[in-house]
């Protein structure tokens, strides 16, 4: 079982749609979580983090953590086409150690 | 303005030679952490260094190899043992003052080798 698992996608929604994007991890001691945007041949930015279950807002993205399903999502509101990316889950365990997933691929199609 | 700078944006070797990617911060950060990132793919784990003198291997750590001797600098090695290090590497830095500290990443370097 892989650390950090993410849909590859792609996930293709049209503008001004509602976004679902999900991951699940292994480590139960896992204690933050973070959600990155990488745009192709770019470096990843950070969207948000999350480390208390339930959700968080900010904009138009909200992530959501439930630390018993092991499950962490992020929700992206009135999609634009320039949210068009690769969205990366990452999940930081003991020790700084912080393990990526392999991304979703997301598709706004104007 | 403080920043992670990876040089150089492109580097190209022949099979066989070792090759030191570059790596500097000046945000004061106390971790360092170097990822390869395969074409389609996600970001894998090499290694990283919470403090100066001490780093971990990470998942992928086999024909790599680092340094910290200075807290601004994380050097990775690309050696000839690596059987395939054609990639995208990516170096980050983060606090380590708490858990939620994100990771900040420099602009990468993309190996090729031939």
């Known amino acids: 079982q892989k650390e950090v698992e993410q849909n590859s996608g792609p996930l293709s929604v049209p503008e001004g749609a509602i976004a679902s994007l999900n991951c699940t991890y292994s480590d139960r001691g896992s204690q933050s979580f973070f959600w990155y945007r990488q745009y192709s041949g770019k470096s990843p930015e950070l969207i948000m983090f999350?480390?208390?279950?339930g959700d968080k807002e900010d904009g138009r993205f909200t992530a959501q953590l439930n630390k018993a399903s092991q499950y962490v999502s992020l929700l992206i509101r009135d999609s634009q086409p320039s949210d068009s990316a690769t969205y990366l889950c990452?999940?930081?365990?003991?020790?700084?150690?912080?393990?990526f997933g392999a991304g979703t691929r997301l598709f706004v199609k104007a | 303005d403080g920043g992670i700078t990876q040089s150089p944006k492109y580097l190209f070797r022949k099979e066989g030679q070792n090759v030191t990617l570059s790596c500097e911060q000046n945000l004061n950060h106390d971790a360092m952490y170097w990822y390869r990132q395969d074409p389609g793919q996600g970001l894998r784990l090499i290694y990283y260094s919470q403090i100066v003198n001490d780093f971990q291997k990470g998942d992928i750590a086999e024909g790599y190899s680092v340094s910290r001797e200075k807290k601004e600098s994380f050097p990775l090695t690309v050696t000839s043992a690596q059987k395939n290090p054609t990639a995208f590497y990516l170096c980050?830095?983060?606090?380590?003052?708490?858990?939620?500290?994100?990771?900040?990443f420099g602009n990468g370097t993309r190996l090729t080798v031939t």
């Open positions: 990452a999940v930081r365990t003991g020790g700084f150690k912080t393990i």
């Open positions: 999350i480390y208390s279950n």
């Open positions: 980050a830095s983060t606090q380590t003052g708490g858990y939620n500290s994100p990771l900040h």
